[in-house]
């Protein structure tokens, strides 16, 4: 009989812990203040490595202490103050350069250039097209391929 409970605890307990690692799995954020500080560790006294702007989006790796480990999107890793960051939908332009268009497609005129690792608030999606705003207040269309 001991064996019958057993299996199914043994069971339960793997789909738990499996459960628990898909938990920690990165999550995306974004800053969600004009700039932000990134340190080499999780408080004020580290270093300061270098600092980001206003919807610069990060993955989340671990959190401490109310600060969060992150990867960006050159896979550069840093610490950013929780309270700096939101869940707000962003993405960041990840070619050398490219066209920001005034629609939803390649028909559409340009509306303005952009150079890589400019970040962007998402307002909508259509298909593969992305209508984004900058802090600054510029908006427009980005094809989904060219951001991360």
């Known amino acids: 009989m001991r064996h019958s409970f057993v299996g ?30 990134i340190r080499s560790g999780p408080g004020t006294q580290h270093d300061l490595l270098w600092q980001i702007e ?21 896979g550069d890793q840093g610490w950013i103050h929780a309270a700096l960051v939101d869940t707000t939908r962003t993405v960041i332009i990840q070619v050398p350069r490219c066209n920001v268009r005034t629609g939803p ?24 097209w992305l209508e984004v705003q900058h802090a600054d207040g510029d908006k427009g269309w980005l094809a989904e391929n060219l951001v991360w």
């Open 8 to 37: 199914p605890f043994l069971v339960m307990m793997i789909l738990l812990i499996g459960g628990s690692a898909s938990a920690l799995a990165a999550e995306r954020m974004a800053v969600k203040n004009d700039s932000a500080n």
């Open 54 to 74: 206003k919807y610069h989006p990060i993955m989340v790796l671990e959190k401490k202490e109310g600060w969060y480990r992150f990867e960006d999107f050159e």
């Open 105 to 128: 497609g390649t028909q559409f005129a340009i509306g303005f250039n952009s150079d890589k690792g400019i970040p962007f608030k998402v307002l909508q999606v259509k298909g593969q």
